[in-house]
């Protein structure tokens, strides 16, 4: 193997190119968003160390468990985001009616003890008898009506893509409840196990109102105690968990967006858990005795997509020309340094019917990009490359402008916080992000229908395409089988095509702890729960 510098864009096939090392840029605050700007490394390594000195601190009991995430979560409303960290604050708040075994792929019973198909658009459940919300009140079918049919409400629009084709729910009596679908749909029972379906008390609802998501009441393993917005949230064990309580007393989340701080935070005992960890940094925490690194490969995509409500964008041979202007396999094998891989579809080989290993690499063709930008009539072309302060992608920004910038095409780099970032997106101020998507669930409809359906909550890149929706009712529609499968092989083919978005990386779960940490592990869709994890 050829030896390359590690601070360069190289392909292992050819040599380093000299004009883009990561190490001459740096984030530049202004106001509430972080411009990339060209800088010394002795700068970086400054700033990198303060933060780290100014990041999580204070020590806290024996029965806390304290973990350092990148984000805060942005609502514990189930269905009022889509987002990892608030999905993640769910999961340890509330419970949904089935939940899927990560071993085996098969749907278990959760609150409801069993269930019955009556036909393709009707689902019989019976509840378990005896489960407690945190506010002592007792679960009952009417609860689950109330919260299911709440996700079909304007309320639910970041998650409709889940809850779109529910009818109604129908209370037989206060343990037993059938699901009235639209339509049949295959993909649905398997929603039911994603945080859109947590139950909650509808009675704390009315009380709590439109500050419902500050005060949540659920059924799960920890009820809320506190929350600092925007730094960190408290959750205590909920001794009336009808499952196996908790092993910790409390669970503090606090949220720590420098990643060089998140992995100081672990080395100093600040933090019992920690994610995600950078990839520079996951040598330091394999070589420490005292830490346990995780690693867990991901069904999620890390991608660059188009605003295509905007012009050029709009226009298809705007976003091939951007995409012949990238050496996506350079930039990616640069930045994760051996992690990961770029993808060919955004159904990734974890799931059915995916063709990631069947599409060719994609190949830099610099003459290529500027041929079809003339074609376009662009001749001089500026505009905002936007991401959120996850390491990774600020580095493949860096790469990205650089090499957008041979073909005559000037970015500008915007790093934003969490928030803001999503704000921003909903608001379609952008022109290019950077952004990840997980499909937590095992069905293909999922990897695809949340990011580019017309509907969905989570397309930022703004899709309207009347064959691309049709690809995706009329798989929902199909049971699986050769049918369902030649269909969504296609769909892969034509979002491809479509070019809303250009592949960058398919991602890995990195995360670390302490070793008294026990009974964690990365979870591969990013969910890291902690129902079963204790401090020794």
Known sequence: MTARRRDCVCDGRRGCRKDTYLNDFTVKKVGRERVVVKKSAVILLVFALVVGLCGVSGAAPKDTLLVADMYDATTMDPIGH???????????????????????????????????????????????????????????????????ERATTDAGAKIKNYS??????????DYTFILHLKEVNFSFFASLTHSWSCIISEKAFGAAGDNYGMNPVGTGPFKFVSWQKGSKYLLE???????????IKFLEVRSVPEPTSRTIELESGGADVAYPIAVNDMARIEENENLILYREPQTSVVYMGFNMTKKPFNDIRVRQAISAALDVV????????????????????????????????????VEKAKSLLTEAGIKDLSLEIWTNEN?????????????????GIKAEIKVLEWGAYLQGLNEKQHDLFLLGWVSSLPDPNFSIDGLLESSAGSNFTFTIDKKLDEYLAKGRS????????????????????LLPMIYLHKNESIAGS???????????????????VSLE
């Not at 899927?100 to 019976?126: H, I, Q, R, V």
């Not at 930039?331 to 990734?348: D, E, F, I, K, M």
């Not at 390491?391 to 073909?407: C, N």
Request: with cysteine.
């Open 514 to 532: 302490q070793k008294n940490v026990k009974g964690f592990k990365a979870s591969g869709n990013d969910l890291h729960s902690f129902r079963g």
């Open 330 to 365: 350079g930039v990616q094998a640069a930045v994760y340094r051996g992690v990961g891989r770029v993808p060919g579809s955004l159904v990734t080989s974890a799931i059915p019917y995916s063709i990631e290993d069947e599409v060719p690499p994609h190949v830099q063709d």
């Open 237 to 247: 064990r909920f001794d009336d968990f009808w499952g196996p309580k908790a092993k």
């Open 82 to 148: 889509n987002d990892m960290p608030s999905h993640r604050a769910c999961n340890a708040l509330y419970d949904t009616l089935v939940v899927l075994n990560p071993e085996t792929k098969e749907m278990e019973p959760s609150l409801a003890e069993k269930w019955e198909f009556l036909s393709g658009k009707d689902y019989k459940f019976y509840l378990r008898k005896g489960v407690k919300f945190h506010n002592g009140e007792e679960l009952k079918a009417g609860d689950v009506k109330f919260s299911l």
């Open 164 to 173: 779109q084709n529910l009818d109604s729910v129908e209370v037989l009596d």
């Open 391 to 407: 390491k990774e992608r600020v580095d493949m920004s860096t790469i990205i402008q650089a090499q957008l910038e041979e073909v």
């Open 478 to 497: 199909i049971p699986n089988g050769p049918e369902r499968e030649a269909l969504y092989r296609e769909l892969q083919l034509y979002v491809n095509e």
